[in-house]
């Protein structure tokens, strides 16, 4: 790592600083501080916060209190991260959970949390995850 001197005045005359962090949002880095979000490769997605993925999902018949799960993948997506979800169609007794499950793959499930059996057709799921910050 290479690090740079910075001449500061202080209210006693020059101090060096031997390190320097910056805080801010990785999207307001400049590129040569947090990559191009042109770059492809190991580098890919650097600088970004929010990854998303839609897949057309077909729910078997789920009988009460029975789950389904789905692995989607969502390029950019880390242990630790958030994942959302949300079914475009009539889900009123159709719990959805999202959570990352390994690099690259956020894993749905879908529970029935009603007394009665659905069965719904296919329809699309969206997916979003969004990076954790570090405090």
Known sequence: MAYAQVGV??????IDLQSLRLYG????APA???????????????????????VSWDLPSLAPGATSLLDVTVNGARAGDFAQASLVSS?????????????????????????????????????????????
Not at 36 to 42: D, E, N, Q, S, Y
């Open 25 to 28: 949002l990785p999207e307001a």
């Open 91 to 135: 889900t009123r007794f159709i719990e959805l959970d999202a959570a990352v499950w390994s690099n690259n793959t956020v894993r749905m499930v879908a529970r029935n949390i009603s007394g009665a059996t659905f069965d719904l057709a296919a329809a699309t799921l969206s997916v979003g995850v969004v990076k954790r910050r570090v405090p």
């Open 32 to 54: 040569v501080l947090n990559g191009t979000p042109l770059l492809t490769g190991a580098l890919f997605g650097s600088g970004r916060r929010e990854f998303a993925a839609e």
């Open 9 to 14: 005045i202080g209210f006693d005359g020059p």
